[in-house]
């Protein structure tokens, strides 16, 4: 037997920045759904990246559905966390 543990979503980042949360909120939306549907509680962000124009989100089970702020205070813990590996690499060299 089989389990989903991790999903991903992505789309193309709009050139306009004005609908840029909207996208994002699209894809918060599409995982909340994705997760409800296999019986997750709901949904813990894993990872965010972006490159050449596209962003995806990685999610896992979580508590509760997830928010655009959520998202939000999840890329800026990932941005701390990698300014701080990056702080330690620099101490081993």
Known sequence: MSSIVRMAVGDKIPADPAENAAM????VDMLNADAQRVGWDGVAFDLYTSKDGWAAITAIPGERPATLEDLRLFREQQKLSLVEIEAENDNEA
Do not use: Y
């Open 24 to 27: 994002h909120r699209a894809l």
